[in-house]
């Protein structure tokens, strides 16, 4: 594995066409993006911009049509299925913005998920959870079938799944999107704090003004292109 | 471990879904192992009485006389034979038989019949002889001029006890055999050939009316459990050493009973096939909706780095695991089920024949294939069916199914 | 002109006479075998060698006919069979068995049956049929043909009362005796020939003394009988032919 790279996240002329009724649509067309370990990133425009498109395309859920990513230096185009799919596992965190966990297991079980398949041990699973749990306040809860949970302290279980099995890189598309504004901020100020903590870079899509207000660089997108990209 | 829980809560979480599920394959359990337990029953009753009856499970001729019956054929020096059979394990007991075609004539009625020589003490305890004269009296133990007629040559040659019955025929040596003889007693077999034709005499009178001496053309073996009659065939065969003795099982010597047997053997197939389809159908339904339902769930497991092999075993898991509840509750119902139908039976009110038997009282049985076949049934169909929609959940797209609305 | 049509005439005439023999032949050479056997009655010593592969033994008998309906045989040895008769009035038979003093009358289905255990049947004892009567027939062709051979086809009538489908028949050009006969079974496949040798003038007729039946499909088995004696158009009470004569061990 390459060590040696200054930006955890680049890309290079990526493009995305895919076709709707037939009608072709071009979601992303050219990005050019460079992102640096440890950076608070907001991913930012109107719906319909391309944030999601990207953002699956950063995360290898989805096949550009043109142009190439390197996550932590190596190109995930170049992997297969099955190295992609452990790649993700062990180097991206995902919070999605609903149905975020797997509804017949309890908090704990969640958050241990990916450990699991990662074959964590056993000792070192529970102090993290333990330790994770902590932060997002949810001790009380551990045993709790996630479904019983309201839609704030199931994003919190979400962050603490994508985060305790220490990724480079947490991606979260539009993570406040159904929680209100009290919640939401909760939710950054915690993530921020974990950012500052552990140093993992995060990229967010969102079109919440607190997320954008929170982050530490925001780039607009417009019409599948960097409209805007500022660090403050 | 994880799998499991996942499956087992999945499984625990639909709970009418499960049931409904558990209600198809339980169902079709107890269908398939109460039809097999039921058709060995009947099949082993109706082979036990037809064998025992006048067959027995294994006999011995001189070769070659199944295929062409002749009077010259015969088993010489019979007692050493049996003295052999009575040697080998498993052999429960045998009788000597001769079998010559004659004139038979009663009061100027004059039909063809069949003379069948017996050993009256051995053919009473191989085949239960005497409980088939319905009226009259058995053979008595020492040779003289009775004989025995079948009830439908009774009324043939319209035949009443006490009446002489003149037998003419030809001896192995071609001189006349002619004899008359006292009807004693009337033959009910339950076998409408053998009844039309059968006149019984003791094997030493037809031994001297036919000219063979210490000669039969039949030897009829009954065995201790029916269930070894090819074991115990294939040890007859090596101790009786005569390459002129042909030594066959039921199976063999009563060739279009055992086929006809196995035909509907066949049918009891079908109608398991066609249950097993009902079952295959119901899961299908199961498999499909629970996959169609949680196409999400798929989406994420596969997007935080779950394998799609370990998606298609969940699956499996699952559908298995209702699997396995329907089996355990089904066996208990198909237990007590066949427990019931084997001591109690089903009396039918009118009596089928097959392959000449009539049974009056069909009976199940219990054996270990009632219940191993319906369950590798159903977890095969379980397997099979279920793997498609497996496959295609586990192909699906995070991006697609993921898409935020 | 005229002599060309007179020879013309001629010609056909004659012709028409030379077939006109011909046909007058087959029906000699038919009503002479039909004749040959037959006559008012008879009376007669038979031997009957009975040959199988298991066993071979010989009957001697008496036997009386009277015209084509009654036939009377009793066996004189061997001893075991002594006794043992046979009568047939018309086509009903009965058999008299000494052993148990009793009559036995042959039934229908019993008329293919074996007599004696011989390679007749019981139906060639009782068949009184008549080659004019219950056959058409004509001159045919077989394989390896005897120059002093004639042969005739013999196809039975719709509803004759034969058994067999057809029957070949070889016989003596000059004497119009019987040589060979084949008979045919039901799906015309050979089942038996008969042999006929030894030709004697006996009792005023010449006729062939021994016959010799051999069965198809069963090997090594034959049976042949012998006209010890015989004399024809003898004085014969009819009570032979009786019942009561039957049963009466003469």
Redesign the interface.
């Known amino acids: 594995m390459n060590q040696e790279f200054k930006d955890i996240i680049r890309t290079e002329n990526l493009k995305k066409i895919y076709e709707d009724n037939g009608v072709p649509v071009e979601a992303v067309r050219g990005v050019d993006l460079k992102i640096k370990p440890g950076e608070f990133t907001a991913l930012a425009g109107p719906s319909g911009s391309g944030k999601?498109t990207l953002m699956?395309l950063i995360?290898g859920?989805?096949k550009s049509s043109q142009g190439k990513v390197w996550l932590k230096g190596q190109e995930i185009s170049k992997m297969s299925g099955?190295q992609l799919?452990?790649f993700?596992?062990?180097n991206i965190g995902?919070i999605?913005?609903?149905?975020?966990?797997?509804?017949?297991?309890t908090v704990k079980?969640n958050i241990?998920?990916?450990m699991?398949?990662q074959g964590v041990d056993k000792q070192v699973r529970n102090e993290r959870i333990c330790k994770i749990l902590n932060i997002i306040g949810l001790n009380e809860f551990e045993n709790r079938i996630v479904t019983k949970l309201s839609g704030g302290q199931q994003q919190r279980v979400a962050i603490a799944?994508a985060m305790v099995s220490q990724p480079a890189i947490i991606l979260a598309?539009?993570p406040t999107?159904n929680l209100d504004s009290a919640n939401s901020s909760n939710l950054l100020d915690m993530m921020h704090e974990l950012n500052h903590e552990t140093g993992m870079t995060f990229l967010f899509s969102t079109h919440d003004q607190l997320v954008m207000e929170k982050a530490t660089r925001l780039i607009i997108l417009k019409d599948g292109k960097i409209f805007d990209d500022k660090r403050k | 471990m994880?799998l499991f829980?996942?499956a087992l809560?999945?499984v625990l979480?639909q709970k009418r879904r499960t049931i409904l599920t558990m209600l198809t394959m339980g169902g079709g359990f107890v269908l398939c192992a109460a039809s097999i337990g039921w058709a060995d029953g009947a099949y082993g009753d109706i082979i036990y009485s037809f064998t025992s009856n006048q067959l027995g499970q294994i006999q011995i001729h001189s070769e070659d006389y199944l295929d062409n019956p002749t009077i010259y054929k015969t088993i010489v020096d019979y007692e050493k034979v049996g003295k052999q059979v009575d040697s080998v394990e498993g052999v429960k007991n045998w009788t000597p038989r001769i079998y010559v075609g004659a004139l038979g004539m009663v009061n100027q009625e004059v039909s063809g019949v069949q003379v069948v020589g017996i050993d009256p003490l051995r053919e009473d305890s191989t085949t239960n002889f005497n409980n088939m004269v319905t009226e009259g009296e058995p053979l008595p133990s020492l040779p003289g001029y009775d004989v025995l007629i079948g009830k439908g040559l009774a009324k043939v040659i319209k035949a009443e006890l006490g009446d002489s019955l003149v037998l003419l025929s030809q001896g192995a040596d071609g001189s006349i055999a002619n004899a008359k003889y006292g009807i004693m007693g009337i033959v009910e077999s339950g076998e409408m050939g053998g009844d039309r034709m059968n006149c019984y005499i003791d094997i030493r009178s037809a031994q001297q009316l036919f000219v063979l001496d210490n000669q039969c053309h039949e030897i009829v073996i009954t065995v201790e459990d029916i269930s070894s009659v090819n074991s115990v065939t294939s040890s007859l065969r090596s101790t009786v050493k005569s390459d002129k003795l042909d030594i066959q099982p039921w199976m063999v010597f009563a060739k279009s009973f055992y086929e006809a047997m196995r035909a509907d053997m066949n049918g009891l197939w079908i109608q398991l096939g066609i249950i097993i389809l009902l079952v295959a159908f119901g899961v299908l339904n199961t498999v499909l909706m629970s996959v169609l339902e949680r196409q999400?769930?798929f989406g994420?497991?596969?997007?935080?780095?779950?394998?799609p092999g370990m998606i298609i075993m969940q699956i499996l898991l699952e559908m298995n695991l209702i699997a396995i509840f329907s089996v355990v509750s089904g066996s208990v119902v198909a237990l007590g089920l066949l427990y019931w139908l084997s001591n109690y039976g089903i009396s039918l009110s009118t009596p089928m024949t097959f392959g000449g038997v009539e049974i009056q009282q069909m009976k199940a049985t219990i054996n270990l294939r009632s219940f191993v076949i319906p369950l590798i049934t159903v977890f095969a169909t379980t397997t099979v069916v279920s793997i498609f929609p497996a496959v295609k959940a586990a192909r699906t797209d995070?991006?697609k199914t993921?898409?935020?609305n | 002109m005229h002599k060309n049509i007179i020879f013309v005439v001629l010609a056909f005439i004659l012709a028409n006479i030379g077939s006109l023999s011909a046909e007058a032949d087959i029906d000699q050479v038919i009503e002479k075998i039909d004749q040959l056997y037959r006559s008012n009655t008879s009376r007669g010593e038979v031997e009957m060698e009975i040959i199988t592969p298991h066993w071979q033994r010989t009957l001697r008998m008496d036997m009386w006919t009277y015209k084509m309906e009654k036939t009377f045989i009793r066996i004189t040895s061997p001893a075991r069979e002594e006794g043992f008769a046979t009568l047939r009035i018309d086509d009903e038979m009965w058999n008299y068995l000494p052993q148990t003093d009793q009559v036995m009358k042959i039934p229908p289905s019993m008329m293919m049956g074996s007599w004696m255990g011989s390679d007749f049947t019981n139906d060639d004892i009782v068949r009184e049929s008549s080659l004019f009567e219950d056959y058409d027939y004509q001159f045919t062709e077989v394989e390896n043909p005897q120059p002093e051979n004639l042969y005739i086809k013999l196809i039975p009538h719709e509803d004759a009362p034969v058994v067999w489908s057809e029957i070949i028949m070889a016989v003596g050009e000059s004497d119009y005796l019987p040589v060979w006969e084949k008979f045919y079974g039901e799906n015309h496949e050979l089942a038996r020939t008969m042999y006929f040798r030894d030709i004697e003038t006996v009792g005023g007729k010449t006729i062939p003394t021994e016959m010799e039946l051999i069965p198809e499909n069963e090997e090594g088995q034959k049976t042949v009988v012998r006209y010890l004696h015989i004399e024809f158009n003898v004085d014969i009470d009819e009570d032979i032919f009786s019942l009561r004569n039957l049963q009466s061990q003469q």
Do not use: H, W
Not at chain 2, 300 to 307: E, M, N, V
């Open positions: 999601t699956n995360a859920l989805d099955s799919t452990d993700r596992r062990d995902f999605f913005q609903a149905y975020n966990l797997i509804p017949v297991l079980e241990e998920y990916i699991l398949l799944r598309d539009e999107a | 994880l829980k996942i809560r999945n979480r999400r769930e994420l497991l596969k997007a935080i780095g779950t394998k995070p991006v993921m898409r935020t």
